[in-house]
């Protein structure tokens, strides 16, 4: 088990850039691949993007290509999601989440731990 806390959400203009981090404890982290998720207002959670526990492999939703990435520092026991050119539609609760292996990574229900939520609103 490992646990989760995101941080770094916030307000921000459309256009405009935010980092979220998630931080892990536990020594185990780098076995674990990780994951982003977010749920926007009415809205089901969605995946958004997964990286192995190396990071050697990635993987981010069509919605977020070529505007958010998805990386880790295993030394740092640290997920980051770096959000560029965001949309009001990028509106959402975004949570980290672990699983054991990188595969169904999309799928919401193979992740056993998760975070609280980190709120970003993007204005017009």
């Known amino acids: 088990q490992v646990h989760l806390v995101e941080s770094g959400g916030g307000l921000v203009q459309a256009g405009g850039s935010l980092r979220l981090s998630c931080a892990a404890s536990?020594?185990?982290?780098?076995?674990?691949?990780m994951g982003w998720f977010r749920r926007g207002p009415g809205k089901e959670r969605e995946f958004v993007a997964a990286?192995?526990?190396?990071?050697?492999?990635?993987i981010v939703a069509d919605s977020v290509k070529g505007r958010f990435t998805i990386s880790r520092d295993n030394t740092k026991n640290m997920l980051y999601l770096q959000m560029n050119s965001l949309k009001p539609e990028d509106t959402a609760v975004y949570y980290c989440?672990?699983?054991?292996?990188?595969?169904?990574?999309?799928?919401?229900?193979?992740?056993?731990?998760w975070g609280q939520g980190t709120q970003v609103t993007v204005s017009l």
């Open positions: 990286i192995s526990w190396g990071g050697g492999n990635s």
């Open positions: 536990g020594r185990t982290f780098s076995s674990y691949a």
């Open positions: 989440a672990a699983k054991k292996m990188y595969v169904r990574v999309s799928a919401e229900n193979e992740y056993a731990d």
